[in-house]
């Protein structure tokens, strides 16, 4: 604990040093008010203020939530202003003198127009800034990337502010894992391997907007410790017809051919669109492993164990969006969504292992090829309606949801035993049969109500139930006979039903607001792993469990004046074992690698604290302290295993409780205008981990502090040329048992519009200098070990996209849809490692 305090004392500071205060008076100040044609203001319009004579950006704020803005601090001269806003066109003013005569300028109101007035405002690199900080989350905005170019969600998420993904495809924010990925605001339903895998196939083409939420308020599910990030795909929300299509390459050492198209079609009172796409992502995988074995009471090294794993995958991948939306009036909206995807992959995989004695001289050697070829398909369908009862803030809304996982798994091991000249000694054939079935059914509603005096009212409910069934069936093969291998075929049943409400309160007093929430949670759940008809189903074999968990959220902040605001936020959040990891069997990965799952994984909960302050809308500075209880993670367990004479050890790798963790950390953001043409958005994170308990009889006590950095630049030139220069860096970690090496990545890229801005050509490179390898090193029990991991990370990418048809005015603005959002999350589905 004392060196948390001395770190966060030492944040503080940090912080307390950002709030200086200018040492000159203002000079003079512009003013206005932004508001749509409905004349309604626009909160957090981003303001800024060029010089005139040379157009290098002078200072940059926005607007309360009543639309309102004042930018002081101006010498002598002349200036004109821009307005920008999601969703609404640019304005660009006239110029603006600021005199002795005349030191305060109220430009009136400024109306901004909405994107889908004009098709060039559909898509045009530039239009958003990278990164829009809004008061509850970031939002990255995909297209203002040219780096997104042919690059994948992966890829994306990867430089995102604040965000990491380890070897495994878990992801942390802040220094923290925990996450809950949405997709349009739906969990994922995956493991974090398969989440990767899907995330990698996924083209950045099909997404709008990354959201990042580190602290949720409670009309979100109180899943993930650490956060929300929430991919929204692309819904064109244009009247008429209009679309746009993308076509994609990208070369790593292996090709990834892929494209995508967006069709939407508004008339009268009906909505339709579509977004599908295909991707055929083919890669590789190196991983080398070293682990030592030492004598549980000499601490004499007693063996060695070095493996050599060549992978090579090929995951084509097709995705369907597919809906309509019907205006019954200018009050009420109802939607019918159809999304799914299918993703087929292809893996092989060859292993060289060498059990060594201490000295390192070879007792023996196994060969392990191996074949694994998977199918997932998803389905889902929601049905939503809106209706809003006034033009104050009074709506109704309503998701219903039914999402569908059907995996198959097909595997195929063989391992060939050999002496230490390589000649084979003895051959085992062991096949995998392993198809899963995820059924889940969800509905929420939501009300909202703004009174007269500033208070606005949420409410809402959900409920969701899931069904999880999962087949292993493994065969060893001898003589070419398939004979059921009885230890680790099983059969394993889940049910779970989640029910919840929640009140939240939102007050605007003066230059104060606050935001309370209270959200309830009822969890039941049991589980049935069933074994075979070979072997004894024991007790534990089932299990069944009901609690209730109360989850309070609160905001405040506070506008001390038109350029500084501090803010506070403190939310309790839990975190559900992920279905697959519940079943208590082992499933095999090599002769040496086993997975289990662990029926006593309890959930883990937290505790988040955050304060912040914004200087001039552009400077960010953020505190951050959480503390986990019951704290889950990958674990590592040694199991001795007899081959040749010799003995070496398995590592069974299940998810454990390991007691707690806490997490402090100190960040900031700034978004900086060098030029007029040079946009800058810089992020880092200063963070300390510590995980402290017990774990297979020994006392884990494993600290660590981490800085990362993220740098994003973005370049607009004349005639429509566009460029980026990008990267990242994270120095050691700790993830759990594991320490994680430094890395980092470094990208660029180069667009240019074409046919009057109808078309864009967009070239980058990913991973320019082959920067973003996994290594690492483990102690446990009485294993030491280390690994390295490589894949088909450097890519060079060429990306063309073409928009077409004619927008009509007056596009109505949809909301996000559907519930199943907590759920969806914790599925394991395929994809690429």
């Not at 997932?376 to 309606?385: D, P, R, S, Y």
């Not at 070419?480 to 989640?498: A, L, M, P, S």
């Not at 939310?571 to 090599?590: C, Q, S, T, V």
């Amino acid at each position: 604990m004392r060196k948390i305090y001395n770190f966060l004392a030492i944040c503080l500071f940090t912080i307390s040093s950002s709030f200086s205060a200018e040492g000159q008076a203002s000079k003079g100040e512009i003013s206005g008010n932004v508001s749509d044609k409905q004349n309604r203001g626009i909160g957090f319009a981003t303001i800024s203020i060029f010089n005139a004579k040379d157009s290098i950006a002078f200072k940059t704020s926005a607007s309360d939530r009543q639309g309102r803005f004042a930018i002081n601090g101006l010498n002598e001269g002349q200036y004109y202003l821009e307005a920008s806003s999601v969703g609404y066109k640019k304005y660009v003013s006239a110029i603006i003198k600021i005199s002795l005569v005349q030191p305060s300028v109220n430009i009136g109101k400024i109306m901004l127009e909405s994107q889908t007035t004009e098709l060039k405002s559909i898509e045009v690199v530039g239009q958003k800034p990278f990164m829009e900080q809004k008061a509850d989350r970031t939002v990255i905005n995909v297209d203002a990337s040219p780096a997104s170019a042919g690059a994948s969600a992966m890829d994306l998420l990867e430089k995102s502010p604040g965000v990491t993904v380890d070897k495994d495809g878990n992801i942390s924010l802040k220094g923290k894992q925990g996450v809950m990925l949405m997709i349009d605001d739906k969990p994922t339903y995956m493991t974090a391997a398969q989440l990767a895998g899907y995330l990698k196939s996924l083209p950045a083409s099909a997404i709008e907007v990354f959201e990042i939420m580190a602290n949720p308020s409670s009309k979100y599910d109180a899943a993930g410790n650490s956060g929300i990030i929430n991919i929204k795909t692309k819904k064109n929300k244009a009247k008429g017809f209009n679309g746009s299509l993308t076509l994609t390459h990208a070369q790593g050492v292996y090709p990834k051919p892929g494209g995508s198209v967006n069709l939407n079609v508004r008339t009268g009172k009906f909505n339709f669109f579509l977004n599908g796409g295909y991707t055929q992502w083919e890669g590789y995988q190196d991983l080398d492993i070293t682990r030592q074995y030492f004598q549980q009471d000499s601490k004499h090294l007693s063996s060695i164990f070095v493996q050599h794993t060549n992978m090579k995958f090929k995951n084509p991948e097709a995705n369907l969006k597919i809906g309509a939306d019907y205006f019954f009036s200018a009050k009420t909206t109802i939607g019918l969504a159809l999304k799914g995807f299918k993703n087929n992959e292809n893996d092989k995989s060859y292993s060289y292992i060498n059990l060594e004695g201490p000295n390192g001289s070879i007792n023996s050697k196994l060969y392990s090829p191996s074949t694994n070829n998977s199918l997932w398909k998803n389905g889902a369908v929601n049905f939503n309606i809106r209706h809003q009862f006034d033009s104050t803030g009074t709506e109704l809304t309503a998701d219903a949801d039914y999402i569908k996982y059907r995996s198959e798994s097909s595997q195929y091991f063989t391992n060939i035993g050999q002496d230490v000249f390589g000649n084979p000694i003895d051959t085992s054939i062991l096949k995998g049969d392993l198809p899963s079935n995820i059924d889940i059914y969800s509905f929420k509603s939501d009300f909202s109500h703004s009174f007269k005096n500033k208070i606005k009212f949420e409410a809402g409910i959900k409920t969701s139930h899931v069904t999880t069934d999962n087949i292993a069936g493994y065969y060893n093969v001898v003589n070419h006979v398939d004979e059921t291998d009885t230890g680790k075929t099983n059969r394993f049943v889940y049910h779970e039903n989640i029910n919840a409400a929640y009140i939240s309160l939102n007050r605007q007093i003066k230059n104060f607001s606050i935001q309370a929430g209270l959200r309830m949670e009822n969890t039941n759940y049991s589980g049935h792993q069933f074994g075979n008809s070979f072997t004894v189903i024991s007790k534990d074999s089932s299990f069944k469990k009901s609690y209730i968990n109360i989850f309070p959220t609160l905001y405040a902040s506070y506008q001390a004046n038109e350029k500084n605001i501090f803010s506070i936020n403190y939310g309790r959040r839990i975190d559900r074992p992920a279905y697959e990891d519940l079943n208590p069997f082992m499933f095999f990965l090599d002769q040496y690698t086993y997975q289990a799952g662990n029926p006593y994984l309890r959930p883990q909960y937290t505790h988040n604290i955050e304060l912040s302050h914004t200087y001039n809308n552009f400077f960010t500075t953020t505190i951050n302290y959480s503390i986990t209880k019951n704290f889950f993670t990958e674990t590592f367990e040694q199991a001795p295993v007899v081959k040749q004479g010799d003995t070496a050890y398995a590592t069974i790798v299940r998810n454990g409780n390991i007691g707690q963790r806490q997490n402090a950390g100190v960040s900031v953001s700034a978004q900086l205008h060098v030029k007029k043409w040079w946009t800058a958005v810089v992020y880092a994170n200063m963070n300390y981990n510590q995980f402290k308990g017990p774990l297979y009889g020994e006392d884990i006590n494993v600290s660590s502090a981490t800085f990362m950095a993220n740098l994003n630049n973005q370049f607009r030139f004349a005639k429509g040329w566009g460029g980026e220069i990008s990267g990242w860096y994270r120095t050691r970690g700790v993830e759990g048992q594991i320490i994680i090496e430094p890395m980092g990545q470094a990208a660029a890229s180069i667009s240019k519009q074409l046919l009057k801005d109808k078309a864009s050509l967009k070239m980058s490179v990913r991973d320019m200098f082959y920067t973003q390898q996994v290594k690492g090193y483990i102690n446990f029990q009485q294993t030491a070990a280390t690994f390295h991991n490589a894949r088909d990370s450097r890519q060079v990418s060429l990306t063309f996209v073409y928009r077409f048809g004619k927008p009509i005015k007056g596009a109505q603005p949809q909301r996000n849809t559907g519930g199943a959002n907590d759920e969806q999350s914790r599925v394991k589905s395929g994809g690429n490692n």
